[in-house]
């Protein structure tokens, strides 16, 4: 019964601690979607600098979805990952399947993103491999996370 | 406590976000209205257009004489938009030499020099072509006079230009004019105002002026 209970502990704070590092690693997310967010509401082309495949990637139409910058929808969902990471760390168990969910979509869209770039502009971005690899590691945390007991 | 904390710390990031992100958009507009009042305050009139001044299209290029993608883009892609649009199409030449060329503000002179005498585009022309010639050479002085006969310039007059203070002023006052619009490298294209991203081969930019032109039409 005591070791039962041992076990259930060790699961929690391993839990615990996958979703605190999502937590943090969706904050990088969230700072790099927002920089690039605000860059593009404010008009500022120069933030790939001498970059050629970076101003092809953030000048395509692939850059905006419905006037909205595509950035802006990484935000959101940089945002949601953090508050769903941070709610089921306090114990809201249904923040957890919430979480599952985002994180799924995000690395759908990683995986277009990456082939947009890829096969049809022909060209990387390094702010969007960024968002793509921290998506990734997410992925992983997500997976990685031990189930309730 | 335990219940509303997490609610306290994703409102806080929340907060954060949103001030960070007003902050850094109030300082890159500020930064971009400077850079704009720059560009506009230079009395910038282009100094060398080839086209009808009524185009519907107009393709700007800052460019360096030595960079060699500037000699490519020009001679493979430009040249034929040129030949394709007719009088649809004006193109303006600035001045942009870079640093570590060591002689593109040379080639800038020479085509200056023989703008004075009314032959600035052929000048332009004859050193993109014969850019593997000149580039590497020591001294630029003797090949660019024999281009200035070639040209059937006044070569006295020519090498007298080429030294002209007035010249180089020129010449500088378009690199700046480059760097208060943006510019970093070559060859820059701007099309109807908008800075057109690289790569610059024949379709893309035949693509570009198309949609400028129905643009300007719509």
Redesign the interface.
Known sequence: MEANAEIHDRFERARLVFLIITAVIALAGLADATYLTVSHLAGDDSVCGASQPCSIVLGSKYAVIAGIPTAAFGVLAYFSVFSTATLAAFGYVRARTFLAWIIAAMFLATLWFLYLQAFVLHAFCPFCLFSAAITFCLSGLTLGTPPSS | M??V??FI??AA??VV?IG??AM??QS??A??AASTTVSGTPDMKPAHVRGEADAPVTLEEFADFQCPSCAMTTLQSIQPMEKSFGSRLRVVFWHFPLPNHKHGRDGSLAAEAAGRQGKFWEMHDLLYEKQNDWSKADDIHPIFESYAQQLKLDVERFKKDFENPDVAAVVDRQHEQGEAR?V??TPTIFINGQ?F???FNPDRLHEAIDAAMAAKNS
Do not use: D, Q
């Open positions: 335990k219940r904390l997490p710390i994703i990031i929340g976000t960070s992100g850094l958009y890159k507009r930064r971009i943006g970093k490298n800075e991203p690289p790569p």
